[in-house]
């Protein structure tokens, strides 16, 4: 019988009666804790504890022993968000992450932006470390920094013209207008820009009936048309 049964941290050799020890322990009955340090003269190299017989090491050190310097980072080197320079012990973060160990999510702007004080090179905001860019600035890109024609529904001049990408300016279709060809003609035409209205209308997309002060007339004998005023309004568009 081996002394002590190896006391549980060994293999007793029966036709020996010898113990051999496993990893951590030493001694004829395998009951003296062995520093698993390089050289037994340090435990865990000086980069970590031991527990449960193996060395856990601090972040940034890799090894049995904790020997090998890696970078900081959560559970992996760098997070899993960056690439680590072993030769200086430091991580390089991918945009949107900063830290020693590329833990802390960061705006992803340009790399001065650090606490997200110019995100999104000031064209959108930073949401769940991605840039919504404004679409009615007309920049695009995973940074906003893509300059293309204002718009919505993430197309240049909303899909109702074409992008003069050299002017940053929208060339609306017929029945649009506005600065994203989002605004419609109502009762009128484009031209130049603007909306060009019927007789009757007012307003940027000729949506005002007589100013909203009276009723379009048609006057089927000579295909004119003429507002009717509600009384304490005037003029053609009953705008006085």
């Given at each position: 019988?081996?002394?002590?049964?190896?006391?549980?941290?060994?293999?007793?050799?029966?036709?020996?009666?010898?113990?051999?020890?496993?990893?951590?322990?030493?001694?004829?009955?395998?009951s003296e804790l062995d520093c698993p340090g390089v050289g037994c003269d340090s435990e865990c190299s000086e980069h970590?504890?031991?527990?449960?017989?193996?060395?856990?090491?601090?972040?940034?050190?890799?090894?049995?022993?904790?020997?090998?310097?890696?970078?900081?980072?959560?559970?992996?080197?760098?997070?899993?968000?960056?690439?680590?320079?072993?030769?200086?012990?430091?991580?390089?973060?991918?945009?949107?992450?900063?830290?020693?160990?590329?833990?802390?999510?960061?705006?992803?702007?340009?790399?001065?932006?650090?606490?997200?004080?110019?995100?999104?090179?000031?064209?959108?905001?930073?949401?769940?470390?991605?840039?919504?860019?404004?679409?009615?600035?007309?920049?695009?890109?995973?940074?906003?920094?893509?300059?293309?024609?204002?718009?919505?529904?993430?197309?240049?001049?909303?899909?109702?013209?074409?992008?003069?990408?050299?002017?940053?300016?929208?060339?609306?279709?017929?029945?649009?207008?506005?600065?994203?060809?989002?605004?419609?003609?109502?009762?009128?035409?484009?031209?130049?820009?603007?909306?060009v209205c019927d007789p009757c209308f007012t307003g940027s997309g000729c949506q005002s009936e007589c100013s909203g002060?009276?009723?379009?007339?048609?006057?089927?004998?000579?295909?004119?048309?003429?507002?009717?005023?509600?009384?304490?309004?005037?003029?053609?568009?009953?705008?006085?």
């Open positions: 019988k081996c002394p002590n049964d190896c006391s549980g941290n060994g293999i007793c050799n029966s036709a020996l009666l010898t113990c051999f020890c496993n990893p951590g322990w030493r001694g004829l009955d395998c970590g504890t031991i527990v449960n017989s193996k060395c856990q090491c601090d972040i940034g050190w890799r090894g049995t022993y904790c020997e090998n310097p890696g970078c900081p980072g959560n559970g992996e080197d760098c997070s899993g968000h960056g690439e680590c320079n072993s030769a200086l012990h430091t991580c390089i973060c991918q945009n949107g992450w900063t830290g020693d160990g590329c833990h802390i999510p960061d705006c992803p702007g340009n790399p001065n932006c650090r606490g997200c004080n110019v995100e999104c090179n000031g064209y959108g905001t930073c949401l769940e470390n991605k840039c919504r860019c404004d679409e009615l600035t007309g920049w695009r890109g995973s940074l906003c920094e893509v300059p293309g024609c204002p718009g919505s529904k993430g197309k240049d001049c909303s899909g109702n013209g074409k992008c003069d990408s050299a002017n940053h300016i929208c060339i609306c279709d017929p029945g649009w207008m506005g600065p994203a060809c989002n605004d419609p003609c109502v009762h009128g035409y484009p031209k130049d820009g603007i909306c002060f009276g009723e379009c007339i048609d006057n089927k004998c000579d295909s004119t048309f003429e507002c009717t005023c509600v009384p304490g309004w005037s003029g053609a568009a009953c705008d006085i």
